[in-house]
């Protein structure tokens, strides 16, 4: 083993001092190909397999079974990563095994879902979108990196970039919502927070842009369901976030498990090798979600796992998480001549080509620092930030007769709901390393303010039992026996603030939901508690849309207070109390009904749009076409006013638009100016408006600012249905303004 790895070290050096001539390929690449020289066939096939993890690595070594089988293949060099494995103590002794075992000593990369933090949660990545701030968001996936990175992680599954439509989709609140445009800029700001500006920084880790492509469009809002769309949503609304993820340099994809269009994304080659690695010159590697090239054979596209792995590998899938086919199967495929060798180059290159960037090796164990994992994780500034990220997420739906921001002192207060002192829900769905029940409840927040009387009652439970990633929900459909003390609480209370929405894992992988009322007997508890104290804030905790009819008929106050992570009490106390202003704009259209869904801002026109007054037009006859809250909505405890919107210049590739904002209100706050695009007439149909800029500015009370968009073709065109960008002149209408329907209104010709 010493004599190869020389031989490498060799290689390497005549690689770093080499002069560079034009075209001549890199230094990581030549590092890359003094490794491949040196790889048999089964080792270069070992980059592409990554395994989670399958043994306590502090307890003996398994000889038995599966476990031993995938232990020998560490020890062969047959393993490019593992996932699952955490904690400095577990990273180094797995490492310890592929590095100082193996004949080539190839490090491993440590792969975890890193969704909205490690232990310390920030908002859910659907919530944080609500802000609008692409900075905090930014920053929010810095601090995971950060605190992921010193348990011995280097890379996270995570952003998730998938454009969706439909609420009842569990996974709506891994993603940022319903638009192309703010979801690519999120996209962007995500990766650039989790790899930093140099991958070599322990601080950083690997981003992976998933799912490619089409996940969010899942028929019926049901998980894993099949996708169907055409070819104008697929380059319009589905491709344009993970390009702005190569755009800042994302090293990794993952495919989703869906089909699309008749082909599994795991097994599509125009989704991999056409447009990702061709069309987009992406040069990181592909990973394949757990498990979905065996489930190529459950879509009934392949065969046998045989099958699913030549398909998957001729494809452009790189590496394979947990279907064990390529480990067991690539090598036999090749020499059949049925997947070409160059492929497993190629493949393997990629792999080690981040491996390099990452640093690993120069020094394999850069991640596992027991003093930096002790001082990092759960630390101040992580915290800090976390309730930075959670208070400008929140959006205040409603505010009648201005309840909020509530009286500080001299009032009694009921606070009702069961989610108001769970500790457990608010840390969200994608969890996994945070600690059970240590997110600050909305009980503990309020706890922190001493000048009201604030009295609890839980009024009904929301479910029973422990909840976990896997676990089935048993929601209490039928107990109200805790009625009573809440309606006795509330007669007595000034105000009253009502905690219900959904638990923490009633969104996210496989949890689809038919129906998107209060779940339960939440509905009951409100109407319960009106009828002798209609003073009521609602707060709302779920992890996506909500159909809240009676609420917003009734209900005087709404605040959107999703899951917020370890900070959420804290976050909405200071919210209530107007310590801090919400400012959160709605990332997804909120139905009225769910036989709304899906429901977007962005629709097209059709060829009857109306008038309103006939049968024959595009409309339901039991339910409006508008939503409850639209999107880009979010009320502030400031006012805002928009006025002197015009247009001042326009040439053939630049248009330049503004608009002054003044708050009227009696307090400073931050709006989120909003422009949207409608392109009167073009070569494919349009959308009757698309989100095209906005600018979230802090205005203090009675300060007036002019905010200025300029208009590149980026902003004016639009992919056909090849996948051609086109920027057609014609006539153009302008909206801008504080949501998607409250806008002033100009327009201009693009000559």
């Known amino acids: 083993m010493k004599k190869l790895i020389t031989t490498w070290v060799l290689l390497s050096f005549i690689a770093c001092n080499s002069v560079k001539k034009d075209n001549e390929p890199s230094e990581i690449d030549k590092k890359t190909d003094s490794i491949l020289s040196l790889m048999t066939l089964e080792e270069k096939i070992g980059q592409m397999n990554q395994y989670n993890g399958f043994w306590n690595v502090t307890g003996p070594a398994p000889s038995e079974g599966d476990a031993g089988k995938k232990y020998e293949h560490l020890q062969k060099g047959w393993v490019g990563s593992m996932l699952n494995v955490r904690g400095v103590e577990e990273v180094k002794k797995v ?17 975890f879902d890193v969704i909205h933090g490690y232990e310390t949660q920030s908002p859910i990545p659907l919530a944080e979108a609500a802000s609008w701030d692409l900075q905090a968001i930014k920053k929010s996936a810095e601090m995971a990196a950060k605190e992921a990175s010193a348990a011995g992680i280097n890379w996270t599954f995570a952003p998730m970039v998938d454009i969706s439509r439909d609420a009842r989709w569990g996974r709506v609140m891994e993603g940022a919502g319903e638009d192309p445009y703010l979801g690519s800029l999120i996209a962007k700001a995500r990766v650039k927070g989790f790899q930093g500006e140099d991958l070599s920084d322990p601080n950083t880790i690997i981003a992976c842009a998933k799912h490619f492509a089409g996940y969010g469009f899942a028929e019926a809002g049901k998980d894993y369901n099949t996708v169907d769309v055409g070819t104008s949503t697929l380059h319009n609304i589905i491709f344009p976030p993970f390009k702005a993820t190569i755009e800042a340099d994302v090293k990794t994809f993952m495919n989703s498990f869906n089909e699309l269009n008749g082909v599994p994304a795991t097994g599509n080659k125009y989704l991999q090798r056409d447009i990702l690695k061709g069309d987009w010159n992406f040069e990181g590697f592909m990973v394949s979600d757990w498990g979905s090239i065996m489930e190529m054979t459950y879509h009934r596209y392949a065969k046998d796992l045989k099958e699913a792995a030549a398909l998957a590998a001729n494809a452009g899938c790189d590496m394979d998480m947990e279907s064990y086919a390529y480990v067991n199967e690539l090598a036999s495929l090749v020499k059949e001549g049925k997947v070409d060798v160059k492929f497993i180059e190629d493949a393997a290159k990629r792999i080690l080509k981040v491996k390099f960037e990452l640093g690993l090796f120069d020094d394999p164990y850069k991640y596992c620092d027991t003093a930096k994992e002790k001082e990092v994780i759960g630390s101040k500034e992580i915290h800090e930030a976390a309730l930075d990220m959670a208070k400008k997420s929140i959006v205040l739906l409603k505010n009648e007769n201005n309840l909020l921001p509530l009286q500080k002192t001299g009032q009694k207060i009921a606070l009702i709901g069961a989610l108001a002192s769970d500790k457990n829900s608010p840390l ?47 929601i209490n459909t039928t107990d109200t026996s805790g009625f009573s003390e809440a309606i006795a609480t509330a007669k007595k209370a000034d105000v009253v603030v009502m905690v219900l929405g959904e638990v923490g894992y009633q969104s996210g992988e496989g949890r689809s939901r038919a129906k998107l009322d209060l779940p339960g007997v939440q509905q009951q508890l409100l109407e319960a508690v009106y009828k002798v104290n209609k003073n009521i804030v609602l707060v709302l905790n779920n992890g996506r849309p909500l159909a809240i009819n009676w609420a917003n008929e009734h209900i005087p106050a709404i605040v959107e207070g999703w899951q917020l992570g370890s900070q959420a009490g804290n976050a909405i106390a200071q919210v209530l109390y107007g310590d801090y202003n919400p400012s959160g704009k709605l990332p997804m259209t909120f139905p009225k009904n769910v036989g709304q869904v899906p429901l977007y801002y962005n629709y097209k026109s059709t060829g009857r749009p109306g008038p309103k007054n006939e049968v024959f037009w595009s409309h339901y006859q039991d339910e409006s076409n508008e939503p409850l809250y639209p999107f880009g909505y979010g009320l502030s405890y400031a006012t805002f006013e928009y006025k002197d919107v015009k247009v001042n210049a326009i040439t053939s590739d630049q248009v330049t638009v503004e608009v002054a904002v003044s708050n009227t209100g009696k307090v400073d706050g931050k709006e989120v100016v909003q422009l949207y695009l409608q392109d009167v007439s073009a070569s494919i149909t349009r959308p009757v408006k698309e989100l095209k800029g906005f600018e979230l500015i802090k205005l203090n009370a009675g300060e007036t600012k002019t905010v200025q968009f300029t208009l590149t073709p980026k902003e004016l065109g639009f992919y056909d249905n090849t996948g051609k960008f086109l920027v057609e002149p014609g006539d153009f209408n302008v909206f801008i303004g504080g949501s998607s329907v409250t806008t002033l209104q100009t327009k201009f010709t693009l000559p």
């Open 428 to 474: 969200g769905n994608w969890r996994i390393a945070a600690k059970d029940h240590s997110a600050i409840s909305i009980l503990e927040g309020m706890q922190q303010y001493n000048g009201n009387k604030v009295t609890y009652a839980k009024g009904a439970d929301l479910y029973s039992g422990e909840t976990n990633f896997a676990s089935e929900l048993v």
């Open 95 to 111: 490492q310890k095994i592929a590095v100082e075992e193996s004949r080539l000593g190839i490090p491993l990369i440590i792969g």
